[in-house]
């Protein structure tokens, strides 16, 4: 399985950005998905996830903000990110778990994209 990550970029505080991770090499349908961040001298954090069903969760800093979404038949899953802040400041990654268990934890995802830049100036 591969992940692909894309959408990243620079924009103004209170701009919008969506990005996407397209998935590879088997269906994704089935798991669960996530984005998560990673700011320069900090530990990669969760941002949002959803369930193979649709339910989403996510972190508080982002709630009201953010909309993670996933389009099982293109194998992608989707952050829409709204009112963005110097804070959202990050490399954001996508990732994938098996299983119906979502977890807020890093190191039980099975797969990851590269990651990509969002930079937000103020």
Known sequence: VQLQASGGGLVQAGGS???SC???GRSLSSYGMGWFRQAPGKEREYVALINWSGVTYYADSVKGRFTV???SA???LYLQMNSLKPED???YYCAAI???AL???VNEYDYWGQGT???VSS
């Open 17 to 19: 950005l969506r990005l």
């Open 22 to 24: 397209a998935a590879s």
């Open 69 to 71: 979404s996933r389009d």
């Open 74 to 76: 293109k194998n992608t």
């Open 89 to 91: 400041t990050a490399v």
């Open 98 to 100: 098996k299983g119906v």
């Open 103 to 105: 977890t807020t934890r």
């Open 117 to 119: 830049q969002v930079t």
